[in-house]
């Protein structure tokens, strides 16, 4: 990843506790995508029970080509419109990106 937007811990993970991590492309240019990672903590004692707590990570990953992304539900939308802000206001621009890759090349 280029950098990481974001990360959201709201109670520390314990020893013992089961982790489930979602992770999904919210946002793509030509040269940058944003994934955006929920990170569920269960009770291992009752898997099928909500969540005891949730945390929040977005990555910035840089490269080319990326296919566009077509937010389908409400929840989809409104990630969309986030990561697209943040990608119009803090980038990293192409040519932020063609550096840093060219950078990590050597």
Known sequence: PLGI???VFLQP??????VTFEARVVH????????SVNVD???PADQHKVPKRSNRLTFVFGGSHFPGIL???YS???KYIDAKQRYEVE????????????????
Do not use: F, H
């Open 13 to 18: 993970i314990g020893i013992g506790d089961m």
């Open 41 to 43: 903590v269960k009770d």
């Open 28 to 35: 793509s240019s030509a040269n940058t995508c944003r994934v």
């Open 71 to 73: 937010p389908e539900t």
């Open 91 to 106: 980038g990293p621009t192409d040519a932020e990106v063609e550096y840093i890759l060219k950078d990590n090349q050597k």
């Open 5 to 7: 937007d974001e990360a």
């Open 76 to 78: 989809e939308i409104l």
